[in-house]
């Protein structure tokens, strides 16, 4: 990678960083539209939705160690895999202490090609980093102060991840000036057609 190639990359992370994270906070403070005003936050909406986002800490922890193990990832990829995966190990820790005895069990995956061919890896990667990032926008409005708490730490770190995998792909690390909000049904549906979930 050339040095003005390097430098652009590191530019545009630190946009797609700030971008996202302010998108988060914005989303917090004004909320996006009158859903998000007339939501009331509640101790049994944070546990429906943290049970949510354990279920995609989960998906992304286990993706990527699974794509560690069997070790066919190249180069900055694998190393993106072993980064990464530590990282949604302990998101997925985070929010099992939150929940608590609420905690379900982990799923069972099955990932076929996806954790090893560098291709696959590459896409589903992004995805579900820009899932990450987009369902946490969605969802923290509707959040009590100490489950937004939890979120606010980890959204920040998951806009972090959907950068470097966009840079690695190519892709422009920060596509929009504020991160679009998605339904709460469209990011559930979203993961679910990751096919990832067994």
């Given amino acids: 990678m050339s040095s003005?190639?390097?430098?652009?990359?590191?530019?545009?992370?630190?946009?797609?960083?700030?971008?996202?994270?302010?998108?988060?906070?914005?989303a917090v403070l004004l909320g996006d539209g009158p859903r998000a005003a007339?939501?009331?936050?509640?101790?049994?909406?944070?546990?429906?939705?943290?049970?949510?986002?354990?279920?995609?800490?989960?998906?992304q922890a286990a993706f990527y160690a699974d794509a560690v193990s069997r070790g066919a990832l190249p180069g900055e990829l694998a190393d993106f895999a072993a980064v990464v995966g530590a990282h949604e190990r302990e998101h997925e820790r985070a929010i099992?202490?939150?929940?608590?005895?609420?905690?379900?069990?982990?799923p069972r995956f099955a990932f076929g090609d996806a954790s090893a061919d560098p291709d696959a890896f590459t896409r589903a990667a992004r995805n579900l980093e820009d899932l990450g990032v987009a369902a946490y926008n969605t969802y923290a409005p509707s959040l009590t102060r100490g489950a937004l708490a939890t979120a606010l730490r980890i959204v920040a770190v998951e806009s972090r991840h959907a950068s470097w995998i966009r840079d690695i792909a190519g892709d422009l690390p920060a596509p929009y000036s504020a991160e679009p909000r998605k339904s709460g049904a469209s990011a559930m549906a979203a993961l679910d057609d990751t096919r990832f979930i067994r």
Wanted: proline share 7%.
């Fill in 4 to 26: 003005d190639r390097t430098a652009l990359s590191r530019r545009q992370a630190i946009g797609a960083v700030l971008g996202a994270s302010a998108a988060a906070l914005g």
């Fill in 38 to 59: 007339e939501s009331r936050p509640s101790p049994r909406g944070d546990a429906e939705i943290l049970k949510f986002a354990l279920k995609l800490e989960a998906t």
């Fill in 96 to 106: 099992r202490r939150a929940l608590g005895a609420e905690a379900p069990p982990a």
